[in-house]
C-alpha cells in the first residue's frame, strides 16, 4: 500500500521559515495536499492541488511537490501556526493520509 | 457556508455495529460532491474510511472495506457510516467532510467530529 511519510517534528523561532516534508514513491507525479490540526479541532485545508490555497488561508503558507517529495513551508512562522500537519494524497482510488507532524513555534 | 454535523453514540460494545450519521446544511447533497467518513484515534493520526456520491457510489479504504458501508440520504440531506464488529482499535474521533474530487482528492469542509469509544 501507499505510505506518506512526514518527520515526527519540526521546530522553528517565530519570524523564521517552517519546512515540513512528506515524501513518498513518484509523489510528483500525484497531487498533495495538507491540512492544519490544532489541539481539539478538526483539521483545516491549508494547501490543495500542491500550491493553491483556499479562501482565508494566509499567504505565509505555501506548498510545492516535485520527485518524491512535497513540501509545505511556513514563511514569517507565527506562534498561531503551531499545531499539527498532515499531508494527503491518493493512489489507486484509496484516500491516503501522512503520518503527522508536529510543528513547534520555539 | 457549508456546515457538517456528525451524531450517533458515543459508546458501542465490542462485536457490535457503529452507526453514524452526518447532517449537511448550507449545500445540499443532492446538487453534487462527494462526502467522506475520516477518523483519528486518540492522540494519532488521521485515516480515511470511505467516500459516497449522492448516487451512491461509494469508494472505501481496503483495510476497513469488509466492515464498512456508507449511505446516503438526499431527502435529509444525510449520509451515514456504519462499522460492524468493532474492537477497542475502532475507538477514535469520527468526522465527516466533503470530499473534493477533481484534480487530486481533498477535504475542504469538516464536521467538528464525534468520539466513539468501544467498550463493554
Known amino acids: 500500500s501507499y505510505e506518506l511519510t512526514q518527520p515526527p517534528s519540526v521546530s522553528v523561532s517565530p519570524g523564521q521559515t517552517a519546512s515540513i516534508t512528506c515524501s513518498a514513491g513518484e509523489l510528483g507525479n500525484k497531487y498533495a495536499c495538507w491540512y492544519q490540526q490544532k489541539p481539539g479541532q478538526s483539521p483545516v485545508l491549508v494547501i490543495y492541488q500542491d500550491t493553491k490555497r483556499p479562501s482565508g488561508i494566509p499567504e505565509r503558507f505555501s506548498g510545492s511537490n516535485s520527485g518524491n517529495t512535497a513540501t509545505l513551508t511556513i514563511s514569517g512562522t507565527q506562534a498561531m501556526d503551531e499545531a499539527d500537519y498532515y499531508c494527503?494524497?491518493?493512489?489507486?482510488?484509496?484516500?491516503?493520509f501522512g503520518g503527522g507532524t508536529k510543528l513547534t513555534v520555539l | 457556508q457549508v456546515q457538517l454535523q456528525e451524531s450517533g453514540p458515543g459508546l458501542v460494545k465490542p462485536s457490535e455495529t457503529l452507526s453514524l450519521t452526518c447532517t449537511v446544511s448550507g449545500y445540499s447533497i443532492s446538487s453534487g460532491y462527494y462526502w467522506a467518513w475520516i477518523r483519528q484515534p486518540p492522540g494519532k493520526g488521521l485515516k480515511w474510511i470511505g467516500t459516497i456520491y449522492r448516487s451512491g457510489s461509494t469508494y472505501y479504504n481496503p483495510s476497513l472495506k469488509r466492515r464498512v458501508t456508507i449511505s446516503v440520504d438526499t431527502s435529509k440531506n444525510q449520509f451515514s457510516l456504519k462499522l460492524s464488529s468493532v474492537t477497542a482499535a475502532d475507538t477514535a474521533v469520527y468526522y465527516c467532510?466533503?470530499?473534493?474530487?477533481?484534480?487530486?482528492?481533498?477535504?475542504?469542509?469538516w464536521g467538528p467530529g464525534t468520539l466513539v469509544t468501544v467498550s463493554s
Open positions: 467532510a466533503r470530499n473534493i474530487i477533481t484534480s487530486g482528492r481533498y477535504f475542504d469542509y
Open positions: 494527503q494524497a491518493w493512489d489507486s482510488s484509496t484516500v491516503v
